[in-house]
Structure formats: C-alpha cells, structure tokens
C-alpha cells in the first residue's frame, strides 16, 4: 500500500493464497511451458539466458508466489528481487541508470513516477492489451510507464470509538486540528513513508504551497502523533489495528475499511474520510538498457493482464486498473475510492518539480 508495500502479515497470506492458486491454474494450461523459448526478441540477463528475466519491486511485494504465476503464463524464468519501499526503488532505479539491476520493475507510484522518466530510465512500452481504465492513469503519452494498480490515501476513523465517546467523527484535513480532535491522530513521516508523502500531496493541493506547512504544524502542535511507516501507525498506534493502539485516527487507505469488515461481511469498524483522501498509482515498465527487453515486456504484458487483475484486490488490496476486473463485493460499500470531486490530486510531473522543496520547507516548519 504503497498499500502494497506496507502489507501487514493477513495480507501476505491473501497475496499467497492468490498467486499460488493463479500458479497452479496456469501451469495447468501451460503444462511445460517454462521450458520454452523467448517469445520474440534476442535479449537475455546478464548471463546470455534468453529465457530469463528479471522484476525488481518494493519489498513487500510476494516475489515467489509471483514468480511462479508469471513463468507459467509467460513461459519464462521469472525471477524477481526485492530493493525497498517505493522511494528507495525508485532511487536504485536511477542510480543503475544504463546498468540496470533487472529488466522490468514494479512498484513506483505516483509520487516517484516522473523521475524515472526524466531521468531516461525506462523504455517506453504500451502493453499488447492495455485494460479499459488503465489509459486515463497514465503519466504521459509515450507509454514511459504503465499503470498496474491504484488506491487513494485517506484519514481513516474508528467510527466505534467515537460513538463510545459521543464525540462527532472527523469530516475533513480542518477538523484534525480542532481541540476537540486533540491528541486523537497518527499521521506518517513524509520523507520516511510512501503513504505519508501521498498524504503530503493532498495538503499541498488543499491548501497551497504557501499553507500547507502551517497545516501540518497546527496538527502536530493538537497533539498529532508522526510515525515513520505504516505498520507502526495503524498495527501500533491505531484503535482498530491489533494491537494496543489509543488513538482512533490515521492516515491510511480508502481501501483499509474492507480488512475491518465483521466476519457476516454486513458492517465494519472504521470508515475512510473521503474527502482526505489523495490517489495513487503503482506503475511497472521496461527498464533502459534491459538484457532482456522482450521478457520485460511480456511481465508487464502479464501485470495488466486479466489473470493477474483479477488477483489485485484480495492479493495487494488496491484497485486493479482493469476496470473489469475482480473486485470483493463489500469493497463497494466498504471500500469505494474518491470520487474526482473529493480527492485531491496533483500531476506527477508537478510533484516531481515540487517535492523535495516541500519536504525542505515542512522540515523548517516542523523540523523533519
């Protein structure tokens, strides 16, 4: 989460279950396929195997499970490898710029998007069958990068807990730097946490370059609580997140309600403050200078494809771009994204321009 790469441990074992299930399907359709040649291209990894290619994602990826699911539908050795969240990704990326560690990558959302770009490190490729709702996410025109799922940070709430305590929950970024909120939040680390750098983005969008400092001062002067990751925000200081947690405010996903759902899938325990909320996208791609750029370009193929879509929602909880895809049913009820009107969105290439001179000014103000 990126909801992805902060999954908790019930959410690696969704991912398991999925993929290994998606493994055992294919290779029942594709029998010895693994052992098939290159499906087009001259290119290998770096020892010359035409049949071996390489994924590189954030560490919270399931690197084996999809291992498998993908060589089955692929018909290649697909090999993947872990290199942090999705800034540290992106970072490794660039470094091994006209070197690189692998021949596809997946991972880098929204906020670190552009710099790949700007920096040449990928490849341009649109994938064979792009899905209905993919095209729209895209960065640019080129096909630099493509969009494999999506999610949307939001505040999220302990609706149970403000009910017990007769207090109004939270509507809005306002109200959680009113005193009645006082010492009710955890928000995240921007300069440590993927989600807290999205979260970031939607108080710049709300309250400009010129305000948003101010905004997140007034927060952690009403007692707001910052966490590095979101592991230790949710499963450590939130209400609902396992553990014994005392505030029932966080900076989460609109997609976390539906992990909160009761066992009869009738009601859940938090609610996602939609109009908190900013997206994000998770993008893979070919990366410049591949050894084996046909493979590259089949495991993106196989990343937008329905058989793998249709393992997004359970597997990595977020939104698969295919907009035919699987879907649990509570997630409509439970867990909808924001619609355009609520959330608060800014062109990756503005971020780019943009973030590491509001990472400098929000350190002045509240010394990160």
């Known amino acids: 989460m990126t909801p992805a790469s902060s999954a908790s441990a019930p959410l690696r074992r969704a991912v398991t279950v999925a993929l290994s299930a998606l493994a055992v399907s294919a290779l029942a359709l594709t029998g010895c396929a693994t052992g098939s040649g290159n499906p087009g291209g001259d290119g290998g990894d770096e020892t010359g195997d035409a049949n071996s290619v390489t994924l590189i994602v954030h560490d919270s990826f ?10 089955a539908a692929t018909g290649l050795d697909v090999k993947v490898i872990s290199a942090g969240d999705g800034g ?19 991972g880098v959302d929204t906020i670190f998007a552009s710099r790949l770009v700007e920096n040449d490190v990928v490849e341009a490729y649109t994938p064979k069958e792009l899905p209905a709702g993919a095209a729209e996410l895209a960065i640019d025109d080129k096909g630099s990068l493509t969009p494999v799922d999506r999610g949307a940070t939001c505040v999220n709430v302990d609706t149970g807990w403000f009910t017990e305590h007769s207090l109004p929950e939270p509507k ?12 009710l939040s ?7 946490s993927s989600t807290g750098a999205s979260f970031l983005v939607g108080t710049v969008e709300e309250f400009g370059e010129d305000g948003f400092a101010d905004y997140w001062k007034s927060l952690l002067d ?9 592991s230790d925000a949710y499963n450590g200081q939130f209400t609902q ?22 066992e009869d899938g009738t009601a859940t325990t938090t609610k996602a403050l939609l109009d908190t909320c900013s997206n994000q996208v998770e993008y893979a791609g070919v990366l410049q200078g591949a050894a084996n750029p046909e493979g590259a370009k089949a495991v993106v ?15 990595m909880y977020m939104y698969p771009v295919d907009e035919g895809a699987s879907v649990p049913a509570e997630w409509t009820q439970f867990a909808p994204l924001p619609s355009a009107e609520q959330s608060h ?8 321009r943009g973030r590491e001179g509001w990472l400098r000014t929000l350190g002045e103000q509240i010394g990160l």
Not at 186 to 191: A, G, M, R, W
């Open 345 to 352: 969105d800014l062109p990756a290439a503005e971020i780019e």
């Open 186 to 192: 955890v928000i995240l680390d921007p300069t440590a």
């Open 241 to 262: 997140g396992g553990g014994d947690g005392k505030r029932p405010i966080v900076v989460s996903y609109s997609s976390s309600p539906a992990f909160t759902v009761s």
């Open 62 to 71: 399931p690197n084996d499970d999809f291992a498998k699911a993908a060589s």
């Open 172 to 183: 809005s970024y306002e109200d959680l730097a009113k005193p009645e909120y006082q010492d």
């Open 222 to 230: 009403n007692g707001a609580r910052l966490e590095q990751g979101w």
């Open 88 to 106: 540290e990704l992106t970072n490794k990326l660039v470094l091994t710029k006209g070197a690189p560690i692998a021949d596809a990558f997946f």
């Open 301 to 315: 193929d196989y990343l937008v494809s329905r058989e793998f879509q249709d393992t997004v929602a359970d597997a």
